[in-house]
Structure formats: C-alpha cells, structure tokens
T-cell receptor, first 117, second 116 residues
Framework: SQTIHQWPATLVQPVGSPLSLECTVEGTSNPNLYWYRQAAGRGLQLLFYSVGIGQISSEVPQNLSASRPQDRQFILSSKKLLLSDSGFYLC????????????????FGPGTRLTVT | AQKVTQAQTEISVVEKEDVTLDCVYE???????LFWYKQPPSGELVFLIR??????QNEISGRYSWNFQKSTSSFNFTITASQVVDSAVYFCALSEAGGSNYKLTFGKGTLLTVNP
C-alpha cells in the first residue's frame, strides 16, 4: 500500500531563516506531487505541483520554492522565511494521470506545522 | 474559473442526529470531478469520495451519503446518526478535467462538532 511521509511534524523558525520541508511517498511510481498551505483561516492553498522529476509548477508567487530531486521526493524550501509563511503545510500525491482518465483523488501526508517568530 | 462554496462555517449537533454539509460549485467545464475530504483534529486530510460530472447517482457508504445535483451545482454530504468521532472539518473540492495536473480547488470547509 502507499504511504506518504512528511517531516518535521512541527517547526519553529525565526524570521529570515531558511526552510526545508521534505515529503516522500512509498508504494507508487511516478506520482503527481503537491504542496499545500493551510493558514489559520482554514482554507487550503495549492503552492506547487509536480508531474515528474525536475518538473515544478508554481501556483502562487512567493518566497517559497519546491524541488523534486527523485521520483517520490518533494521538497519545499525558502531562503528567508517571513512571518506570513507560518501555517500548516501539507504534501499530497495522486496517481499519474493519463489523458482522458480524469483526476484521481489526492492523498495527504500528516503535515508540518510551521511557526515563524 | 472554478469555485467551491461551503456556506456553513460551523455546525454543531448532538450525537445520533443526522447532519447535511452543503457544497455548491462553479465551473465552466462540462467534465469535472468533485471530492470530499475530512480533516480531523490531527490535521491530516482523509479522502472520502470522488465523483465525476457524468455520474449523478447518489452514493451511500455506511453512515455517509452524497447527493450530487448538476441542476443546482451542488454536491451535499449527509452523515446519518452522527458520532463524536465524526467531529472534524469537512472540505468539498473540485477539479476540472483539463491539463495534466488536475488541481483541486477547495472550499473553506465546514467545522462539524458532534456533542455527546
């Protein structure tokens, strides 16, 4: 069966410090991968998605970046954190989508709660 | 652009009551997919159901049921005989069947509290 891991679970970082959040998926190949942020107001915002190694699409311009160095690894980074980067970060995967098959459900990791002080 | 509206911000019920969570969506596509997710206090989103726009049959899974009505652009979720463990934030989401990424657009969620 497939599992998705995220770490760390919680993180407290000062403003201006770097960030690296990691997500890995097991039990599947060539997944689509996603990073979401959930702010205090509860809404989920898609930050990045990836359909393959080295292929990253950004949804919202910001000081965050994402990378996919391996098929089942997705990393969210920042060189300098802002207070507004605080939130709950969720990684998700879905099965590779072939043309005409429609979007598959996304499965989410346990999340990382980031507090920028 | 696609949009999902969950007008009920919070709902509070007593255990064993039935409760319906509303979801209204907007899309210009004729082919699209709708989803419901549950987010318990632990934070992880749990997938509940996926439905495509061509399948208007209602679905029942145990105490959960979903009512999809294209005429009113709604995909409502009913929990029958609610239990304390049903307490969570519930999200409705929409994805248009275009491109290769199939992004999900989420509603803002409904916080359901089931009291004993």
């Amino acid at each position: 069966s497939q599992t998705i891991h995220q770490w760390p679970a919680t993180l407290v970082q000062p403003v201006g410090s770097p960030l690296s959040l990691e997500c890995t998926v097991e039990g599947t190949s060539n997944p689509n991968l996603y990073w979401y942020r959930q702010a205090a107001g509860r809404g989920l915002q898609l930050l990045f998605y990836s359909v393959g190694i080295g292929q990253i699409s950004s949804e919202v311009p910001q000081n965050l970046s994402a990378s996919r160095p391996q098929d089942r690894q997705f990393i969210l980074s920042s060189k300098k954190l802002l207070l507004s980067d605080s939130g709950f970060y969720l990684c998700a995967w879905s099965a590779y989508i072939q043309t005409g098959t429609g979007p598959y459900e996304q499965y989410f990791g346990p999340g990382t709660r980031l507090t920028v002080t | 652009a696609q949009k999902v509206t969950q007008a009920q911000t919070e709902i509070s019920v007593v255990e064993k009551e039935d409760v319906t969570l509303d979801c209204v969506y907007e899309t210009r596509d004729t082919t699209y997919y709708l989803f419901w997710y549950k987010q318990p206090p632990s934070g992880e989103l749990v997938f509940l159901i996926r439905r495509n726009s061509f399948d208007e049959q209602n679905e029942i899974s145990g105490r959960y049921s979903w009512n999809f009505q294209k005429s009113t652009s709604s995909f409502n979720f009913t929990i029958t005989a609610s239990q304390v463990v049903d307490s969570a934030v519930y999200f409705c989401a929409l994805s248009e069947a275009g491109g290769s990424n199939y992004k999900l657009t989420f509603g803002k969620g409904t916080l359901l509290t089931v009291n004993p």
